[in-house]
């Protein structure tokens, strides 16, 4: 099996740095996360199903735990494997990333890493909604350790804070997919998690009353993982701490697990439920797209701005799912490609600074072009990315996120469009406003103006950490590049992913019409009837 | 076979058990060092064959006359494994100072200060108990088979360590331990007076002829009640649990480890035997417009008070443990948390309930013996370590220690994937099947809530700086700890793979257990009280709120 092959290479390379050598530790991290890559690429060129929007192999895994009805499914739709490439595509590259960046506990790190990314890919391919809860659960822990062993002077408390809303949040989401089951078991007499089997039973079956619960626990859980905007507040706090590497895999695609759970769970899982609730959650995406867009102006810390953009980024993302219309949701599943890869790499080049100059202030900060030419290049070029230039990736997903928005009406005339408006649609064009403005402030501040550095300058810590040429070297150029390539390419030619995103996407969302148009029925028909019965009673008198 | 000569063949391994103890108190006793050091070892080999008497037991133990004629088989092999891991722990902790003065030949030998004999054959006793527990047919029998567990533990607190604390802790421990007898046998006196009997069998087929007839008596019900609030005791549910926290911070490691495992087996298979004279398996109660409105599950009143005891066990048990500095107060708090998670268990009741229990009991077990392991493999000064600032930066000095109290921690939160994750989620799916869909959301916040301090056992050994204190930490002298501690680390992880099997093993435990009289008298005698009641039957409203699949 490739699928169990990708996932068991890290933890192999787990075991071998644990009794690995000092020094070997990164090299064998590289050629753990590079095999797990290889053969998930060799997967994705022969996965034949990229336009069926079926799961690949569609047959469910060994049975786990028979009493308890846990398969060992795993699969891949385009969707689940599309971001699972995003994982192992970025994955090597943190591990490059890392390599002058960390000199303490060196084996710890890179084996905490293979763990990080094995239960990532395991969330990403679990068909089985357990087997989905423990990757997702266990990318907490080596996250923690992350934060918590190589992060900056507030290291602690933002992993602490990290874990426990994570934590709590996500039993909400344990409750639901285990009520959902027992539903399902009173009906059928045997337990499963077969998360296509649950969606099948608790769409149809399911009282839209208990629907509207299982959706606000769903959603409760992913909220804070995505994150949204009350339960938002660990992120800044957890990127600001955490190491360079970290900060990508957080931002690439940790977060990601929040929207890929959004997607694949609750979206589809209870779509009565949904319909009820979206308009909420509709709104705090755009309270967080608002909100985390004027944070970030203020911003000082380069690390926390970007940090922030975050949650004003995927506010939009979330904006696009919720829209519950073809367009919005492919635009929602490239953005979250999108968001990891410009994202990721701005905080490695924020990284490479910071291994430079041992701050990420950004009022000690500035010129830097004038030093670091090849680093300029590649920091203007991703965060116009992530601001959204035409012909880079940033601009497909949030204009389609947007256009999904804007175009759905309820009461469109074309038939079915979605449940939001251009109403909401245009309060969260804003937010691109303030994304431009933040975004190139930080870049005039940083790249532009005239040279500052920090008093000690150039390299001059005392420890001698950081014996870096002043402008990038040849391995992170490599690091660098490959993202630039893609994000450049996804920009001009997002056909084929919309393509293969398409079918998913439209099984995720099957039910939703129908559903739709009977609740607007529902809700219309007293309006309707109303005049009908007041009119003869007006016209007697 | 005679009756008799039956029971006694299946306590095989109870007698392997007290063989093991008198040895033990024996060679205690002997003026050489290398048979004074085979003590625990001789634990371990009694404890080791009396597991592997009962796994090779042709008939897989089950015994005719017993309420739960297949629960000593489970219990019996899961204590056993339990107990040498413990016995592991307990290795070269008694006497440890005074050996060492011997060693250094500082003093001679004196048979009166030495305790590692009688603390040992102490420990056999009372995990023979455990085993007698759930072979009692009877409430004499039981009671006595509890006393068998908890005397022995008394004295095992304060000989454990020699300072103020622990005998402080053992009289603490002894007079609540002594009131909470006398609860729950004014308990069983008053199940004697509602049924005439002591048998546990007739006792159950009585109450269900009370059942029958239009409600359990009074009397009955509140025996049942007072038996359950004394065995709240031995399993630290509240309102007994306030003990737990000072007696086991004043015990020494391995007392502690063996009090927070031990008891609470015997004291939640004592728990289902009793309940088990009543069933689950619905009863009715009259409304005041004289409608009888039968329900399934345990009489109402008891599902009331164990509602209240689970859900008040696990809040207090979990917002106590945030508030302490000492590792050995929160792993009290901790243990009384997971009581109120086990009685789950016991109000979801037979089949799923059950089985999750069992698996519970027995993780919780290995949980706690990892974690316990973990800290005895470290002594501070010849000293238990005993705040966290004492382990801060662990992994620096034992990683091993370390690991493995990160991995016991992340166990007892429930993290996937260790094994306490699949026993967690087990329960609570057993409580939505039987329907309790609040206790399962209270049990789910509770689980948020203990994160607070399970993540103090991951981030202070493994990311805190070490603390001066902490300077002064050395390896136990034993290695048994150290053994213990990886091994039950590594099955934290390894069992996981295996959670089809252990759940077929307990669910074998409970097999055979049938709540209502079945193919004698009393089931004469409940149908003939039926055929009255039929008269009215349209009466009978089955109250659809509580969900039965």
Known sequence: MLIWTSLLAPLAAAVAIAFAPKYAAKWIALVGTLASAAVTIVLALEFPDWISGKFWPSEPGPIWMEELGISLSVGYDSVSLLLALLTVFLMPLCILGSFSAINERVRE???????????????????????????????????LLLIAIWGGAERRPAAIKFFLYTFFASLFMLAAILYVAWERRVEFGAWSFDIDLLISFSSSRLPQSIQFWVFAALIAGFAVKIPLFPVHTWLPLAH????????????????????????????????????????????????????????CWVQHDAKKLVAYSSVSHLGVCMLGLFALNPIGAEGAVFMMISHGLSTGAIFLCIGMVYERYHTKDMDLLGGLSRRMPVWSFFMVFFTLASLGLPGLNGFVGEFLCLMGTFIAEHDAPTGYMGVLGPGYAVVAALGLIFAAMYLLIMLGKLVWGPLREPPHGHGGHSDGRSALPTDLNLREIITLAPIAIVCLWMGLQPKPILEAVSPSVERVLADYPALVERMYADHSQPVVVAPAVVAPAETQP | MTAMAQRIDQLWPELMVLTGAVICALIGLSRQRSMRAAVPIVAMVTLAAAVLIEWMRPNSGSESGLLFPSLGHYVKIAIGILGIGLAAIGAGHMDRKFEAQIALGRVSFDPLRVVRGEYHAFFLFSIAGVMLVCGASDLIWLFLALELVSLPTYIMVALGRSNRAAQEAGIKYFFLG????????????????????????????????????????????????????????????????FYAPDVYEGASTPVTAFLSIVPKFAGMCALIMLLGTVGWNGHSITASDGVRIAYSGLPQPVTAVLWMVAVLTMTLGNLGGILQKSIKRTLAYSSISHSGYMLIGVLAGPGAGFDALFFYLFAYGLMNCAAFSALASVERRGNDVDSFDDISGLRAKQPLAAGVLAISAGSLLGLPPFLGFFAKAYLFMAALEAGHVGLVVIACVNSAISAFYYLRFVLVPLVAPPSARADELAASNSAFPRIAAAVCGALLLLLSAFVTQMLGAASRASSGYTPVAVGDSAQDSVQSARAPAGGDANQVVVDSSTRHP
């Open chain 1, 109 to 143: 790190y890179y084996g905490y890493f293979m763990l990080l990314h094995a239960s990532m890919l395991l969330a990403f391919a679990a068909k089985d909604a357990i087997l989905f809860y423990v990757g997702y659960e266990f990318t907490l822990v080596p996250m």
């Open chain 1, 240 to 295: 600001d701490q955490a190491p360079t590497a970290g900060s990508v895999i957080l931002a690439g695609t940790l977060l990601k697990l929040g929207t890929y759970g959004a997607y694949r769970l609750a979206i589809p899982l209870v779509p009565a439920g949904g319909v009820e609730l979206i308009n909420v959650c509709a709104v705090l995406c755009i309270i967080a797209i608002l909100y985390a867009a004027l944070i």
């Open chain 2, 178 to 241: 002594a009131l909470a007898t006398a609860i729950f046998l004014y308990g069983f006196a008053l199940l004697y007076g509602a049924t005439g009997s002591l048998d546990l069998i007739v006792i159950r087929d009585w109450l269900s002829v009370q059942s029958a007839l239009g409600g359990l008596s009074s009397m009955a019900v509140l025996g049942l009640l007072l038996s359950t609030l004394g065995i709240c005791f031995k399993i630290t549910a509240v309102p007994m649990h």
